[in-house]
């Protein structure tokens, strides 16, 4: 059976889980989704259920035949559909290729996928995942997504500290500002993007790494609104209730996750407050800092050898 890490190449987690994969498989093999169709090619046969993919190292796998596929990132395909080209051979050649490399993705054969296309679409759609995660109990913070500037300026007068960052993300979060709201300002922001704002909660950054099952946490400190930001923030292996470990397999869970790493705030009396769940989380600089061992964890859950 075959592994297929799919990612860019140069990106560091692609390169880490392949070489790590390589150690206990033979047939692991990289795969860049722009690479198809330009160098890589994928068949369907649904009359005999044969199907199959092309690498550009030149090897053909029975789509059958693959175990498991690490999603790194999906980099798109080889042409794109755009406002610019809409209507032209271009743009219908990345719809036919999107969709045939979706069928793929969502193809309902054994393979694992670490993670899904549907799990993808929760991270994609964060206020979607918002929602479904407050429908199982969890608690998150006080939120307005949109693009109505009284509606924002009445939130940022409501939360006593209001934070603001995009809906699918790509950017830091900060602090939101009455130089923000300001309707000279805002409104040709609003024009072009809605956001998200959010009430502040102070506290501490949690991060729940859940991997089939297996679940550890660290706590991050930093005086950053966005921790990602903070070269001097520290990270510490720490222990949650059991009921936030049962949250956070539930939410993995409900959003169609095999792995994860689920963002918190602590507050100072205990409580959790659900910020989004990353399907492809960074996780090399977590191993380094604390050794939990996410790399043999998702190994394990791939080739299927926990109890092995």
Aim: aromatic fraction near 10%; proline fraction near 3%; glycine fraction near 4%.
């Amino acid at each position: 059976m075959a592994i297929i890490v799919m990612g860019q190449v140069e990106d560091a987690h692609t390169q880490h889980m392949f070489q790590q994969l390589k150690r206990c498989r033979d047939e692991v093999y990289h795969f860049q989704s722009h690479d198809f169709p330009s160098k890589c090619q994928l068949s369907f046969d649904f009359v005999d259920n044969k199907h199959s993919i092309s690498l550009a190292c030149g090897t053909q796998i029975s789509l059958d035949d693959i175990e498991a596929v690490y999603w790194r990132n999906f980099s798109g395909v080889s042409d794109e559909s755009t406002r610019e080209n809409v209507g032209s051979l271009d743009s219908l050649a990345a719809q036919d290729s999107m969709a045939t490399i979706r069928t793929w993705m969502q193809l309902n054969n054994n393979t694992r996928w670490f993670n899904s296309w549907a799990a993808y679409q929760y991270h994609l759609e964060k206020p979607r995942q918002l929602a479904r995660v407050k429908e199982l109990g969890c608690l998150v913070p006080s939120t307005y997504i949109g693009n109505e500037l009284q509606a924002i300026q009445a939130a940022y007068k409501a939360f006593d500290k209001a934070i603001f960052k995009p809906v699918y993300g790509g950017a830091y979060t900060e602090w939101l500002t009455a130089q923000h709201i300001d309707p000279e300002h805002a409104l040709v922001a609003l024009q072009k993007s809605p956001i998200t704002v959010q009430e502040y909660i102070e506290g501490t950054n949690v991060r729940t790494f859940v991997v089939d099952g297996r679940v550890a946490s660290v706590a991050i400190d930093s005086n950053s609104v966005d921790f990602r930001e903070d070269d001097l923030a520290s990270m510490r292996l720490v222990n949650t209730p059991l009921s936030i470990k049962s949250q956070a397999i539930a939410v993995t869970k409900a959003l169609q996750l095999n792995w994860t790493a689920i963002d918190w705030r602590r507050t100072a009396t205990g409580e959790y407050y659900f910020l989004e769940a990353n399907p492809s989380p960074m996780f090399l600089g977590v191993e380094e800092r604390t050794e939990v061992p996410i790399t043999k964890w998702l190994i394990d859950a791939m080739t299927e050898s926990k109890n092995k």
